[in-house]
T-cell receptor, first 114, second 113 residues
Framework: GNSVTQMEGPVTLSEEAFLTINCTYTATGYPSLFWYVQYPGEGLQLLLKATKADDKGSNKGFEATYRKETTSFHLEKGSVQVSDSAVYFCALRFSQGGSEKLVFGKGTKLTVNP | KAGVTQTPRYLIKTRGQQVTLSCSPISGHRSVSWYQQTPGQGLQFLFEYFSETQRNKGNFPGRFSGRQFSNSRSEMNVSTLELGDSALYLC????????????FGPGTRLLVL
């Protein structure tokens, strides 16, 4: 079936450190891939997306490249800030029965210390 | 454009009661999806409505139901509440013409005592 596996957290980094959160997926067909972020006490916000192989999504200094050969969509940021502390969710969207479905990973909690 | 709004933001109920949560999608979005988020199970899909019809359904008992109105606003109802229904309920809207990317509301936090 269609599923997403992302690295377990929590992840703790110092400010200005390099961030990688791994995400791999299993899917039939050609899914779209997403990263969502959830700040404490809030809903999910779309961070970035990629709709086809080799696409790179980017936003707010975060990047992720859709790698079909390794079925991965790892999230990276060159220099994290305290304000990046949040839970990050990798998600996959696929078509089934004429409609679109979204499947999420379990989330990775990131804490950035000053 | 205003984002997805959900009301109420917080709710406390007791076992056996029922609850109705409301979601107003982004203007122009006709698809509304509901998710339950708990620490143990993560984000789980409840159901999706499109043009007032349920288009998809997750693996939840019949106590969980929903509907969508002609203005695309949606409600979900949980009857005979159980302690395990305590969760953050998230609503997301999307526009098929816009690639169906889902935009989430802030959620309703339900506590069942």
């Amino acid at each position: 079936g269609n599923s997403v596996t992302q690295m377990e957290g929590p992840v703790t980094l110092s400010e200005e450190a390099f961030l990688t959160i791994n995400c791999t997926y299993t899917a039939t067909g050609y899914p779209s891939l997403f990263w969502y972020v959830q700040y404490p006490g809030e809903g999910l916000q779309l961070l970035l997306k990629a709709t086809k192989a080799d696409d790179k999504g980017s936003n707010k200094g975060f990047e992720a490249t859709y790698r079909k050969e390794t079925t991965s969509f790892h999230l990276e940021k060159g220099s994290v800030q305290v304000s990046d502390s949040a839970v990050y969710f990798c998600a996959l969207r696929f078509s089934q029965g004429g409609s679109e479905k979204l499947v999420f990973g379990k989330g990775t909690k990131l804490t950035v210390n000053p | 454009k205003a984002g997805v709004t959900q009301t109420p933001r917080y709710l406390i109920k007791t076992r056996g009661q029922q609850v109705t949560l409301s979601c107003s999608p982004i203007s122009g979005h006709r698809s509304v999806s509901w998710y339950q988020q708990t620490p143990g199970q993560g984000l789980q899909f409840l159901f999706e409505y499109f043009s007032e019809t349920q288009r998809n359904k997750g693996n939840f008992p019949g106590r969980f139901s929903g509907r969508q109105f002609s203005n695309s606003r949606s409600e979900m109802n949980v009857s005979t509440l159980e302690l395990g229904d305590s969760a953050l309920y998230l609503c997301a809207s999307s526009d098929p013409a816009g690639g169906e990317t889902q935009y989430f509301g802030p959620g309703t936090r339900l506590l069942v005592l």
